[in-house]
């Protein structure tokens, strides 16, 4: 079964995604994240999620603390952002996918599903 971390600091960026994800991906456990610390006790409280989306402000709160944990357990990870993070993203927090804000939610669904069925990074 798969199960999908989704981390940003906009409660109602994070609900749409949970909720589109959600219906999406009707197997899949999703879990919701609005910090730093919180993308933390998740991984902490349970198994690795098979996918995770990160706002990058998450990504950069901790010190990329969240980024190398995901990294550890070798999460693969789409990156979101209002900011065109293309050619800076991958040297500061690497992540197998990025999505600038706005979206189109058919776009995230297609990437999340890649995601998926890529599995981890090697």
Request: proline share 6%.
């Amino acid at each position: 079964m798969n199960s999908i971390l989704i981390a940003d600091r906009d409660h109602s960026v994070r609900e749409v995604l949970a909720d589109v994800t959600r219906e999406a991906f009707p197997d899949a456990t999703v879990q919701v994240a609005g910090s730093g610390d919180e993308v933390l006790e998740v991984l902490a409280k349970l198994s690795n999620p098979s996918a995770a989306v990160v706002h990058w402000a998450i990504a950069e709160e901790r010190g990329a603390e969240c980024m190398r944990r995901l990294r550890e357990a070798r999460v693969p990870v789409l990156l979101i952002s209002a900011w065109d993070l293309s050619h800076t993203a991958n040297a500061l927090a690497p992540s197998e996918a990025l999505l600038q804000k706005p979206f189109e939610l058919h776009d995230y669904l297609a990437i999340v599903r890649q995601l998926l069925a890529q599995g981890p990074p090697r």
